[in-house]
Nanobody, 123 residues
Framework: QVQLEESGGRLVQAGDSLRLSCAAS????????MGWFRQAPGKEREFVAG????????YYSDSAKGRFTISRDLFTKTGYLVMNSLKPEDTAVYYC????????????????WGQGTQVTVSS
């Protein structure tokens, strides 16, 4: 079993940067992929970025490329999502999730989820 806990969400202004964290606990995480998703009010949950825990291969949605960076700390089993040049349309609840699948980008591919952290970007 894998447990995930996000932190770092808050109210920021457009153009600001923010770093979200996701602490993973439970069984060994080496063969997992950690993904970040977000869900804005009235919209479906969408993929943002993913990272393969062993090897560190990363991949992004088109909206995240160039502004967001996903990384992980193997020692602390913590994943990070650094978001730069934030826009009001980035306002959402951000979730981290975990799966054994590589390159997973679909909600249904992730069996483990955190409870989410709210990011609000004011204009």
């Amino acid at each position: 079993q894998v447990q995930l806990e996000e932190s770092g969400g808050r109210l920021v202004q457009a153009g600001d940067s923010l770093r979200l964290s996701c602490a993973a606990s439970g069984r060994t995480f080496g063969e997992y992929t950690m993904g970040w998703f977000r869900q804005a009010p009235g919209k479906e949950r969408e993929f943002v970025a993913g990272i393969r825990w062993n090897g560190g291969r990363t991949y992004y949605s088109d909206s995240a490329k160039g502004r967001f960076t996903i990384s992980r700390d193997l020692f602390t089993k913590t994943g990070y999502l650094v978001m730069n040049s934030l826009k009001p349309e980035d306002t959402a609840v951000y979730y981290c999730a975990a799966t054994r699948r590589e390159g997973a980008m679909v909600v249904g591919e992730y069996p483990y989820w955190g409870q989410g952290t709210q990011v609000t970007v004011s204009s």
